[in-house]
């Protein structure tokens, strides 16, 4: 089964402070994808990566930066928190073409 | 470009009673299109999957869905609910890019079982 796996469940900062959502994925996947889920609104795609080092704006960007310098590793960074980030985030990754397999989320409350 | 309505925000059925989730679709080409389900403080799982094969999709948990080209829908069902099935449930439909699928999420149905 493939595993992918966010380093924390929930997560509390403080508006201005640098927050890292980390994402691992266990089956060599070339995909990964940074979600936010808020109610109402479904999944909104933030950044996604096809290869390591290569980053793609989904459409959602402003206010996030990610990171891919491995290739089972895909980080979130919020660059200065703020409160109208708060919401559940989501990774997912996939093989081209196959479905994506999700992450159990990171559910992030900026005070 | 794709897109995504889901019909209802919110589902109740009872327990043993049909279960019918609505979902019609906007696409410029042939579409993929999936049903996730998430259970509470859980990731989303695949249900079940069309990809130009079947019309007729079966899924996971008893769960099926149908491909209507004419109605550009894509309705999820299930002949008899379960307490277990009591979750959110997002049809999303596949838009290419050059490498990989982008994903376009419904804004969800929330499926409520009662005993």
């Known amino acids: 089964d493939v595993k992918v796996t966010q380093s924390s469940r929930y997560l509390v900062k403080r508006t201005g402070e640098k927050v890292f959502l980390e994402c691992v994925q266990d089956m060599d996947h070339e995909n990964m994808f940074w979600y936010r889920q808020d109610p109402g609104l479904g999944l909104r795609l933030i950044y996604f990566?096809?290869?390591?080092?290569?980053?793609e704006k989904g459409d959602i960007p402003e206010g996030y930066s990610v990171s891919r310098e491995k290739k089972e590793r895909f980080s979130l960074i919020l660059e200065s928190a703020s409160t109208n980030q708060t919401s559940m985030y989501l990774c997912a990754s996939t093989r081209r073409n196959q479905p994506q397999h999700f992450g159990d989320g990171t559910r992030l409350s900026i005070l | 470009a794709q897109s995504v309505t889901q019909l209802d925000s919110h589902v109740s059925v009872s327990e043993g009673t049909p279960v019918l989730l609505r979902c019609n679709y906007s696409?410029?080409?042939?579409?993929?299109l999936f049903w996730y389900v998430q259970h509470p403080n859980k990731g989303l799982q695949l249900l079940l999957k069309?990809?130009?094969?079947?019309?007729l999709v079966k899924g996971i948990n008893g769960f099926e869905a149908e491909f209507k080209k004419s109605e550009t829908s894509f309705h999820l069902t299930k002949p008899s609910a379960h307490m277990s099935d009591a979750a959110e449930y997002f049809c999303?439909?596949?838009?290419?890019?050059?490498?990989?699928?982008?994903?376009?999420f419904g804004a969800g149905t929330i499926l409520r079982v009662k005993s």
């Open positions: 990566s096809y290869d390591v080092k290569m980053k």
């Open positions: 999303v439909v596949s838009g290419r890019m050059e490498y990989g699928n982008k994903l376009v």
């Open positions: 069309y990809t130009s094969a079947a019309t």
């Open positions: 696409s410029s080409y042939s579409p993929s």
